[in-house]
């Protein structure tokens, strides 16, 4: 079997706040949308611009960390793969929406007017021992530097 590729990448400005939500089954799921546009010339020289809106879905901890990160107006990276669902509509027509569902976002404006509590836990790191015969690296100014010999095999040492 051939392989294929669906992977959408965007750069644009939220068009509304995050809304979250929980499934049944109590996973997140935020929904926001993005507007990105683009200019050209025209071969009489005219410049025009045009405006194209995409609807993204995030689940589970990133949804979360959307809801409480994004606001409208933030500038955004997105990635993801588009994904279309369909479905009833309580009037009886068919409805069909095309949607990018992310798998990763970066925030790219600095937006220090208003603070924001993020609950993202901290990486657990585990102390490793220090060589007794590494020596300071930089050391405090009146601080003498001790360094250790280090002692050389000997012949008896030397495996062959």
């Not at 194209?52 to 933030?74: P, S």
């Not at 569902?101 to 509590?117: F, G, Q």
Request: charged letters at 35%.
């Amino acid at each position: 079997m051939a392989k294929s590729l669906n992977k959408v990448q965007l750069i644009g400005n939220l068009t509304r706040d995050p809304e979250m939500r929980y499934t049944p089954q109590g996973t997140a799921v935020c929904t926001f949308g993005i507007a990105t546009n683009r200019s050209w010339t025209t071969d009489s020289g005219e410049k025009k611009e045009e405006a194209d809106f995409h609807n993204i879905v995030a689940w589970n901890k990133l949804a979360e960390i959307c809801a409480q990160l994004l606001k409208k107006g933030r500038k955004v990276y997105v990635e993801g793969r588009l994904s279309t669902r369909s479905w009833q509509g309580q009037d009886g027509t068919q409805k069909q929406r095309t949607e990018i569902v992310i798998n990763d976002m970066i925030i790219l404006d600095k937006r220090s007017d208003e603070p924001v509590d993020v609950d993202i836990p901290e990486p657990i790191v585990e102390s490793q021992p220090i060589s007794e015969n590494v020596a300071e690296k930089s050391p405090k100014k009146g601080k003498k530097v001790e360094e250790k010999k280090v002692e050389e095999p000997e012949d008896e040492d030397i495996p062959f």
